[in-house]
């Protein structure tokens, strides 16, 4: 329904953007994690994770024919998470005799989470929140001034 | 005679497609982050111009009893915006293009209900004899 699909739309936008919230938080915390996963019988650090979005709903396909096909309009929907990726860029080395997993060198692998990056992610996220609650506010407004036709 | 004046259609199907543009630009917010979105619009001037030329679009009567033409359906279209790259991720969202035209569309979409209810006012003033 027209009227009411705006209000989902933004309200994907608010899902994906709580999750990718959530995801950094993840990554923060776990910044010097270094038995996230047993391999091999033996602990490997943990590993940055970044979140995938695509349009939700349409495949690009779909999308194309529908325009071809003049209902250009089914084109319009909201964000969806299509997964949760694993960085795999290189893990820090760190000098550390002390630290239980230091290997015989004494070096200690650390994850590869950059917390500059992590609060780079942070801020877009939110400022994305912030946008799709202003649309939705927006949404909200209109629809209850078409209430009050005729009155 | 005409008690409901056509006026009152034109500006409903003014209210729809200002819903409709409401929809693409919260989708077009939605998707700021999403790698590969094109951001999509609304035509509305050449929706209004269709629009135009259907009322333009008589039917050919030869009895009194014959029915005109019911307003076609208003047909506004969505396009995308392929051209344009603004991120190097290949989406070419521009959240402050998108803000204003938000912005816009709802004080468009105020107007339009204000002058319904404006209609509705005046009709129901005839209806009460001026009282």
């Known amino acids: 329904m027209t009227l009411f699909n705006s209000f989902n739309i933004s309200a994907s936008g608010l899902t994906a953007n709580r999750l990718r919230m959530d995801v950094v938080s993840a990554n923060i915390a776990n910044a010097e994690t270094t038995r996230a996963r047993m391999v091999d019988g033996e602990w490997t650090p943990y590993r940055r994770k970044t979140v995938e979005l695509t349009q939700s709903g349409v495949s690009p396909f779909e999308q194309k024919l529908q325009t071809m096909m003049g209902n250009g309009n089914k084109g319009i929907s909201g964000v969806s998470v299509s997964r949760i990726k694993e960085d795999n860029g290189p893990l820090t080395l760190n000098y550390d005799p002390s630290h239980p997993d230091a290997d015989d060198n004494g070096y200690v692998q650390l994850p590869n989470v950059d917390p500059i990056k992590e609060m780079v992610d942070l801020m877009s996220a939110t400022r994305s929140y912030e946008a799709n609650v202003t649309a939705l506010n927006a949404s909200k407004s209109m629809f209850m001034k078409a209430l009050e036709i005729g009155k | ?131």
């Open chain 2, 1 to 131: 005679m005409n008690l409901i004046s056509p006026t009152i259609q034109s500006l409903e199907q003014a209210l729809s497609t200002s819903a409709l543009k409401q929809q693409t630009h919260t989708a077009n917010i939605a998707n700021v982050d999403t790698p590969g979105y094109k951001s999509k619009q609304v035509d509305f001037e050449t929706a209004l111009k269709n629009a135009a030329g259907k009322q333009a679009l008589t039917s050919y009567k030869t009895d009194s009893k014959h029915i005109s033409f019911s307003n076609e359906s208003f047909d506004p279209r969505v396009t995308v915006n392929e051209n344009s790259v603004h991120k190097i991720n290949g989406n070419n969202v521009d959240m402050d293009v998108e803000m204003a035209e938000l912005a816009k569309n709802q004080l468009h979409y105020n107007a339009v209900t204000d002058r319904i209810s404006g209609k509705f006012r005046s009709l129901s003033s005839v209806i009460s004899g001026g009282r």
